[in-house]
């Protein structure tokens, strides 16, 4: 199999990550990164590793083995050695490793034949391996959109108003006078937009959901959300977009429409539907017609009512408020990704 990957980029994972490292080399004690691109005579060693009394001397290659490495790795070990003997590197027993990504069994042992130990690695295995463990917002790796079964945020108001006074769900349902079931989705999606908590059976209003029931306007319907709310809950997502499953499908929304409008102005539904699901990894989950139409629905609607975008007919408009939040949203994430991967570099 073809490799397209700069070997700099592995060597960047091993050196952030020396467990992955560990693994190749098949040893169990702790290493320590001493060097990288370590400015030799011969040339630049990779990396260079203490463990125990030892210096591992790690030449990095991301293709097969070719005899050639083999005079590169013995040029690094006796310029390391002779700046042991000159008292200008640390002191320890070298060990010679040339890491590539696969060998027979006689380079094996002509590497053998020469003290130099040779390793494999699958750069496909390195590379997933250091996504997962990667320091990128947990949240924004595991949240998906979900099915609450409430196609619309304003039939949660009224339950997050009752919630005010009435702290179970049962009870909710019963001043509202529907099922416990269509009371308890309501809420659950509240939740989701962190409006309210549950304990148990219990359930209340967070200090933000006491700020959205305080912007309830009383010339509305009962189902519909007023300026003031939807303003709330857009300052709310924005500063939290991997809140949770339901407020990441609200960005993932936005971001989509915005994004398609670069092929195509307004963007048509047919255009937007798989691109929604892909883009909010829902690829595998919500791959039937149903679930599709479904989830667009839903999430379209969400974003309709946060006046983040408009439908005419089945094509998607990005009103000026949309506009204004996707850009504030890229510049967020952008802030929130150069945090977390900082360390990285």
Excluded at 155 to 180: G, I, P
Excluded at 222 to 232: G, H, Y
Excluded at 311 to 325: A, H, N
Aim: aromatic share 10%; charged share 25%; proline share 3%.
């Amino acid at each position: 199999m073809e490799v397209e990957v700069r070997e700099s980029e592995i060597e960047d994972v091993f050196a952030q990550y020396p467990e992955l490292l560990k693994r190749v080399l098949g040893i169990s004690e702790e290493i320590y990164l001493l060097a990288r691109q370590k400015p030799l005579r011969s040339g630049r060693l990779d990396l260079v590793y203490s463990c125990l009394s030892n210096l591992l001397l790690i030449e990095l290659k991301a293709e097969q083995f070719n005899k050639a490495f083999l005079r590169q790795v013995l040029s690094y070990r006796d310029d390391i050695s002779s700046l042991q003997q000159q008292g200008k590197f640390v002191r320890g027993d070298v060990l010679p490793f040339l890491v590539c990504t696969d060998f027979s069994k006689d380079a094996n042992d002509l590497a053998v034949s020469q003290g130099i130990r040779l390793c494999s690695y699958d750069p496909a295995v390195v590379l997933a391996e250091f996504y997962r463990n990667a320091p990128l917002d947990t949240k924004y790796l595991s949240v998906l959109p979900t099915d609450k079964g409430v196609w619309r945020i304003g039939l949660s108001t009224e339950s997050v108003v009752l919630v005010e006074k009435l702290s179970q769900v049962h009870l909710v349902a019963r001043a509202k006078a529907c099922s416990t079931k269509t009371a308890g989705n309501q809420l659950r999606l509240a939740e989701e937009l962190g409006l309210v908590s549950f304990s148990g059976r219990q359930v209340e209003l967070s200090s933000f959901g006491k700020e959205f029931v305080k912007k309830v306007d009383p010339l509305l319907p009962r189902d519909a959300l007023s300026v003031e709310q939807a303003n709330l809950l857009r300052r709310f997502i924005l500063a939290r977009p991997f809140f949770s499953g339901v407020t990441f499908g609200i960005i993932t929304m936005i971001a989509c429409v915005f994004e398609l409008s670069k092929n195509t102005y307004p963007v048509p539904r047919s255009l937007l539907s798989r691109h929604f699901i892909n883009a909010a990894g829902l690829h595998f989950r919500w791959n039937s017609e149903k679930a599709i139409n479904k989830g667009v629905r839903m999430y379209s609607n969400y974003a309709i009512e946060l006046g983040l975008l408009g439908k005419i007919g089945d094509r998607y408009f990005v009103t000026p408020s949309g506009l204004k939040f996707v850009l504030l949203l890229n510049m967020h994430k952008s802030l929130k990704f150069i945090e977390s991967v900082v360390s990285i570099d």
